[in-house]
């Protein structure tokens, strides 16, 4: 497993640190405790940052003569800041102290020529590592992304539903006649019929006469009626 590690630099130089835009006194204070480094050149005001280096016993001998002539050392075992304010306040340019979890260092440093040349080579290394980095980014993202794909389970497709064959309304009045009665209301009654007209007195035909039989041609007997 990779290890992101960040280091907090905060340079100071000339300028009292709360007028350098890091805004207001409890703006900046959270500044200065989330680093861990402190670059500090000569200013107005170095005890909110020299304090950081913390305190050191440091052994200070005085000497006094008495009325002989004869010296006698006096020897003092204060607890005084690490970093002294005036020590800071009087460094000439080049100078800082580097501050790093309750140790200090003064330096000199002093400015290296370059020509244009070195400079463009930085940038290009800059950029190339940079590319190097989004690349190194992407793989692992996938790796995750494959990881994730192996662990999820796999989901059985659905089945296709039979289709059922798309079913008819029946009628309002069959509706109507299945519905069961409004409360309030008694059952439902039939629907009444209409009343039958009676059909027409047809009289009686009256009786047919006899039909007389026809006379044979050789008869020549007269016909009984």
Same mark, same amino acid.
């Given at each position: 497993?990779?290890?992101?590690?960040?280091?907090?630099?905060?340079?100071?130089?000339?300028?009292?640190?709360?007028? @350098?835009?890091?805004?207001?006194?409890?703006?900046?204070?959270?500044?200065?405790?989330?680093?861990?480094?402190?670059?500090?050149?000569?200013?107005? +005001?170095?005890?909110?940052?020299?304090?950081?280096?913390?305190?050191?016993?440091?052994?200070?001998?005085?000497?006094?003569?008495?009325?002989?002539? =004869?010296?006698?050392?006096?020897?003092?075992?204060?607890?005084?800041?690490?970093?002294?304010? /005036?020590?800071?306040?009087?460094? +000439?340019?080049? #100078?800082?102290?580097?501050?790093?979890?309750?140790?200090?260092?003064?330096?000199?440093?002093?400015?290296?020529?370059? /020509?244009?040349?070195?400079?463009?080579?930085?940038?290009?290394?800059?950029?190339?590592?940079?590319?190097?980095?989004?690349?190194?980014?992407?793989?692992?993202?996938?790796?995750?992304?494959?990881?994730? =794909?192996?662990?999820?389970?796999?989901?059985?497709?659905?089945?296709? #539903?039979? /289709?059922?064959?798309? @079913?008819?309304?029946?009628?309002?009045?069959?509706?109507?006649?299945?519905?069961?009665?409004?409360?309030?209301?008694?059952?439902?009654?039939?629907?009444?019929?209409?009343?039958?007209?009676?059909?027409?007195?047809?009289?009686?035909?009256?009786?047919?006469?006899?039909?007389?039989?026809?006379?044979?041609? +050789?008869?020549?007997?007269?016909?009984?009626?």
């Amino acid at each position: 497993m990779m290890e992101a590690r960040v280091c907090c630099f905060l340079v100071l130089k000339k300028q009292l640190f709360y007028g @350098i835009g890091l805004g207001p006194r409890e703006y900046a204070d959270r500044i200065l405790d989330a680093c861990s480094t402190y670059i500090l050149h000569t200013c107005s +005001d170095p005890f909110p940052v020299s304090k950081r280096a913390g305190k050191r016993w440091k052994l200070e001998t005085t000497y006094t003569e008495d009325a002989e002539g =004869n010296s006698r050392p006096h020897h003092r075992l204060p607890y005084d800041w690490r970093v002294p304010e /005036t020590a800071v306040m009087q460094q +000439d340019e080049g #100078q800082a102290f580097w501050i790093y979890k309750g140790r200090a260092q003064q330096v000199q440093t002093a400015q290296v020529p370059i /020509t244009q040349a070195q400079v463009n080579e930085g940038w290009s290394e800059i950029r190339r590592r940079e590319a190097m980095q989004r690349i190194m980014l992407a793989h692992q993202a996938q790796q995750r992304q494959q990881r994730q =794909n192996q662990t999820q389970p796999i989901q059985p497709t659905p089945s296709p #539903q039979p /289709t059922r064959p798309p @079913i008819s309304k029946p009628s309002p009045l069959l509706l109507a006649a299945n519905e069961p009665p409004k409360q309030g209301q008694g059952p439902t009654q039939p629907p009444k019929s209409a009343p039958k007209t009676p059909a027409p007195a047809v009289p009686p035909s009256p009786p047919q006469p006899p039909i007389p039989p026809v006379p044979a041609v +050789d008869d020549d007997e007269p016909d009984e009626l």
